[in-house]
């Protein structure tokens, strides 16, 4: 303000005046400026120290509640088998968690039996002493006896064999061998290979699961897939090949059902091949949503829908229900009915009865592609399975079934121009020779 002041002094009079009446009046001025100065910085350091004390103080005195345990809280798991179920889980992922494999209906997850420190819900889960109940999406009943399997019985193993290979939606491919079938160069040799070399079928190999119905046929197993299980019954040796309509042929084909069944009591879908059908492409995308249960044909009219088709039970997939489970009881205890008979003719004979009974949805699957040798379509660019049904011997659908997996060889390397003029035809009666013609 001075400086400012005397840098404008002027030579006139007035300026003279002006400033020389200033004058008399500065030091006083500037030793009140100076005063309410420093007055006004201690006032301001006493604000600034009471504050940040202030701020001190409240941080030591509060305390971040622990966020990140609450949350984890309800997703705890055991590292017991039983509680790990492939694709679906125990009844039991938290809706806090629903990245978490295993992850089953969104009930409360505490499967350890632990009380989370939030959640109040969790109070209600079981103790860690009972296994959590199972319950799918399609209601299945609640009794899988996971503790019984384990101390023994029929189906030993089985859960853990089943959980190991299924996909995500909790689905299995099984195929049932002997040590006929499962020999070198003999059907089990073929199924893997069409798997190998079929288009878009070499990924779904490691959900397949292999039922060896003797330990030989296990130990061939063993050394060409994964994924095997010894399933055998007392007093019946199932080693050699089985005749058609042969008494070990019917007990061979009856006990498939009896596992089946039990599969589907543990709340798995699967889709049954029997081991003399190749797999070219992959079958799942004509199974619809609706069904209960989808089959192939051994006549198909045209209609997917029509309960007049002829039903072939060599390559069928069922969802685990109520109603899928008591059908395949049903199946089962018909067998007595009708003596001398495989499981195909008893289920077309009650098929109409038992869907209408147990209001199952049922859908035949379209030859155009889930073929056999009884009915095929014509189009190689549809085909997914050709089933060597209508085909008698051993020998004979080895014979046949190499030859159809050399023809889809050629078949994918022919031009594209070429392919859409390639063509099955049916196998011929002497020699059962499947040839692949262009027109």
Not at 321 to 344: C, F, V, Y
Not at 425 to 433: H, K, L, R, W
Request: glycine share 6%; hydrophobic share 40%.
């Amino acid at each position: 303000m001075y400086t400012s002041q005397y840098s404008h002094t002027s030579t006139s009079d007035s300026s003279v005046t002006w400033f020389s009446s200033s004058s008399s009046m500065a030091p006083a001025s500037k030793a009140a400026a100076v005063v309410g100065e420093g007055t006004a910085r201690q006032a301001a350091s006493f604000v600034v120290g009471a504050v940040a004390t202030l701020t001190v103080v409240l941080l030591f005195q509060y305390s971040t509640p622990d966020y990140g345990r609450a949350a984890r809280a309800p997703v705890q798991f055991s590292t017991s088998s039983r509680d790990h179920c492939a694709g679906a889980g125990n009844n039991g992922t938290a809706k806090a968690a629903p990245a978490i494999a295993g992850a089953g209906s969104g009930e409360e997850a505490n499967v350890t039996g632990k009380t989370p420190t939030i959640a109040p819900v969790a109070k209600k889960s079981k103790p860690a002493s009972s296994p959590p109940t199972r319950q799918s999406d399609h209601h299945v009943p609640s009794s899988t006896h996971l503790e019984e399997e384990e101390e023994g019985g029929e189906f030993q193993g089985l859960a853990t064999a089943v959980k190991r290979v299924a996909m995500d939606d909790k689905t299995v491919i099984i195929t049932c061998v002997n040590h006929a079938f499962a020999a070198p160069n003999s059907l089990l040799d073929l199924f893997l290979e069409s798997f190998r070399i079929g288009d878009g079928t070499p990924e779904l190999l490691r959900h397949v699961l292999i039922i060896a119905m003797d330990p030989t046929a296990f130990s061939r197993c063993q050394a060409v897939h994964p994924h095997c299980y010894l399933y055998t019954m007392p007093g019946i040796d199932f080693t050699s090949e089985k005749f058609f309509a042969s008494k070990d042929y019917l007990e061979l084909v009856w006990s498939k059902l009896k596992l089946q069944r039990r599969i589907l009591q543990l709340g798995y879908n699967f889709l049954f091949t029997d081991v003399d059908i190749v797999w070219l492409r992959n079958p799942f995308k004509h199974v619809t949503v609706y069904a209960d249960m989808a089959i192939s044909s051994d006549v198909f009219f045209g209609d997917p829908d029509k309960i007049d088709n002829f039903p072939n039970t060599g390559f069928f997939y069922v969802k685990p229900n109520a109603r899928t489970i008591e059908m395949t009881k049903s199946w089962h205890d018909a067998r007595s009915n009708h003596p001398g008979l495989n499981e195909q003719p008893v289920f077309n004979i009650i098929k109409k009865d038992l869907m209408k009974k147990l209001k199952i949805k049922l859908q035949y699957l379209d030859t155009a592609y889930i073929g056999g040798f009884c009915n095929h379509g014509k189009d190689l660019s549809k085909i997914c399975t050709m089933h060597a049904n209508c085909c008698i011997g051993l020998a004979s659908k080895i014979s046949d079934l190499r030859g159809v997996l050399d023809d889809w060889k050629n078949y994918t390397r022919m031009p594209p121009w070429a392919k859409q003029n390639a063509r099955w035809t049916v196998p011929e009666a002497q020699d059962g020779t499947l040839l692949l013609v262009t027109t």
